[in-house]
């Protein structure tokens, strides 16, 4: 029997709802969306596993000028550890969901991407994380990839466990590196500072939000964005869009 989205939706999980908030800034504003590079935020839909999304914290939608879609699909972690040990449930869930929506039928190569949203990574593995990620998106094969990263005093020791750790978490048939090399290209990982009184986070979504509102109103700014966080609280219990 498939959860309803009020078990699964983490109403009242402040750090969710901020993050929800955050890309509903985007789609009020009418600007770009983290995590998809040169689109434009078209929508935003929440807990959805119940409608066959692996990735169901949070969708979204968003097109390029040229009116081409893509698709950021995450899972929401306040604190995870980006590690393969059998004890961190929260990163083994993330990749295995993922590569699940990774090898959906209709995910666009190139454009679509998938991953995780956090408030607090350890800043070293997020490092070493993120310029791993980096060099999957700038490698034009998985040979190219792999050559970098195993060349000693080039790459980190840590790169290399990120890589080793997202391997062992990924099923059998993902274990090839031309596999595990294109699902890093389009994995993400997303920290959200929106917790904390002044978090960069929240500020630049306020400010985002002041400048799109009439100069008589701008004072309010901050007022709109405890509003959107509300309805993200509200629109997770029901798997809203």
Known sequence: MTASPEATGGVGYTFEDSVVASYLTSLLVEGGARGISEAITD???????????????????????????????????????????????DFRDVISASWREFKKDGFRMGRDRVGLAAANIAQSTLRAARSTLEWARTSKSADDFFRRLETKNFASDAQRRFVSDVQALLPAEAKGEDNSWQFLRHFVILVFDTLSEGGSGSFEAIERLRNALPTGERHRAEELWVRLSQISRQASGAAGS
């Open 43 to 89: 929508g935003v839909f929440l807990q959805r596993a119940a409608l066959g999304e692996p990735l169901d914290d949070i969708i979204v939608e968003a097109s390029d000028r040229y009116g081409q879609p893509a698709k950021l699909a995450l899972q929401v972690k306040q604190s995870p550890t980006l590690s393969s040990a059998e004890t961190n449930a």
